[in-house]
């Protein structure tokens, strides 16, 4: 028998590896195309019997609420569930060509392009990006505000994918079966193109920043906090010289969840007590995010008393007034980076 070696055995595993990939990718996607032509004919179901038997609007949460009484595993039958089901088949069902499509990329996804989008031909656009590209939620999100669409009429471009597309595809598959099964099988995390994203932002804004002026000192990224034995980290720290505070920024590819706000909260209270100098003013959080629901963030700031602006800098109150006018404004941001996606897909080529 011959001896073991690590170069031998290396390959032996990367071999193994891959089949598991494999594997992994196209359970994912056979499951993920079941679930959504489901999805199509239970909407499908429910504008016939409302045609056939004059059902009003009542009937989705009758049938919402004995579906989630039927299934232990329901979240997939909520009332709001079941009408993106029924906007699902009457969007598609006179359009064969993306009913096809809409099986190839997750739920979440397909909502997202039918809330935003209404153009047949611009929704083909991200249904195919989606699904060669393996764009997660808050990805494609981003290309969407980018007017991805529209620069890609302009001036069309040719993907290489080859390279990427397994990794692009196995993300994808995570977000297929996270939102209805869960299988350890899968194990995969944080989809890595999303944390790319995420990364990329931080480099842009830092530098827009530094480069809008306002007063602004940077002191780090992913700048360290410590507590109890663990370690916490600011997407990026600045110290502004006018208003004498430490200015803490998380950036989120996707919309913002009312979580943000008590993360941010505790962060600013580790740096107050951790990091801040005696003689100068309390920290001061920025959370930029893809997009918001003002009412959800007015209720996740409520009873907060740390200043904390989300996305256009609606700050709490307990924010100084002297402020106004020492931080770049929304509009300001949004230009700055309006055009980095699109960069940040010309430099993969």
Known sequence: MKALTNKNYNTFLNEIKQKIQSAKIRLARAINTDLIMLYFNIGKSIVEKQEKFGWGKSIVEKLANDLQGAYEDSAGYSVQNL????????????????????????WGQNILIMSKIKDSKEREYYLKSTAQMGWSRNVLLNFIKANSYERHLKNPKQHNFKKTLPIHLAEQA?????????????????????????????????????????????????????L????????????????????????KAGGFLPEYAGKMNFYLNLLDEQVKMEDENPSIGIILCAEKNHIEVEYALKGIEKPIGVANYQFTKSLPKKLTGQLPSAKEIEEKLSGFIDTAESNKK
């Open 83 to 106: 009408w993106y089901m029924r906007q699902l088949y009457m969007e598609y069902k006179d359009y064969p060509k993306l009913q096809q499509l809409v099986g190839e990329i997750p």
């Open 228 to 251: 109890a034995k663990k370690e916490y980290f600011v997407d990026l720290l600045f110290y502004h010289r006018q208003l004498r505070c430490l200015i803490a920024i998380e950036l």
């Open 174 to 226: 995570e977000e297929a079966m996270k939102s209805s099964y869960n299988l350890e099988f899968l194990g995969i995390k944080k989809p890595m193109l999303e944390r790319a994203l995420e990364n990329k932002m931080i480099e842009k804004v830092k530098r827009l920043i530094l480069e809008l002026g306002y007063g602004f000192a940077f002191i780090g990224n992913q700048y360290k906090l410590s």
